[in-house]
C-alpha cells in the first residue's frame, strides 16, 4: 500500500520558519517527481514547489509567491521530500500536500493527507 507520512506543520509567527517533511513508503518505486502543493480556504490548490528526479535535466520549480523564501529538496535514499519554509507570512497559511508522481506505465500520482501550516501572530 502506498503511503506518503508527512510532518512539520505547526502554528508559527510572521517571518518565522517551518520545514515539512514527507516520505514515501517503501512501495513507492521510480519516483519521476516530488512536490508540494497547499490548498487555502475557499482556494484552489496550488503549486507550491516541485523537484524532478535525478539525471533527468530539470531542476526544482517554485511558486512565484514563495520564490526566495522556499526551498524544496529530497533525500533519494530515505524517498523523503521536505520543503523549507523561511520568512513565512500569513498569507503563506494553508493545508500543505505532498504530491509524488512514480511508477511506470501508467505512471502513479499519490497524495499525502495534508498537514496544516497556520502563520499568525
Known amino acids: 500500500q502506498v503511503q506518503l507520512t508527512e510532518s512539520g506543520g505547526g502554528l508559527v509567527r510572521p517571518g518565522g520558519s517551518l520545514r515539512l517533511s514527507c516520505e514515501a513508503s517503501?512501495?513507492?518505486?521510480?519516483?519521476?517527481?516530488m512536490a508540494w502543493y497547499r490548498q487555502a480556504p475557499g482556494k484552489q490548490r496550488e503549486l507550491v514547489a516541485n523537484?524532478?528526479?535525478?539525471?533527468?535535466?530539470?531542476?526544482?520549480n517554485y511558486a512565484d509567491s514563495v520564490k526566495g523564501r522556499f526551498t524544496i529538496s529530497k533525500d533519494n535514499v530515505k524517498n523523503t521530500v521536505y520543503l523549507q519554509m523561511s520568512n513565512l507570512k500569513p498569507e503563506d497559511t494553508a493545508v500543505y500536500y505532498c504530491?509524488?508522481?512514480?511508477?511506470?506505465?501508467?505512471?502513479?500520482?499519490?497524495w499525502g493527507q495534508g498537514t496544516q501550516v497556520t502563520v499568525s501572530s
Open positions: 517503501s512501495s513507492v518505486f521510480s519516483i519521476h517527481t
Open positions: 504530491n509524488v508522481v512514480w511508477g511506470w506505465a501508467p505512471r502513479k500520482n499519490s
Open positions: 523537484i524532478p528526479s535525478d539525471g533527468s535535466g530539470g531542476s526544482a
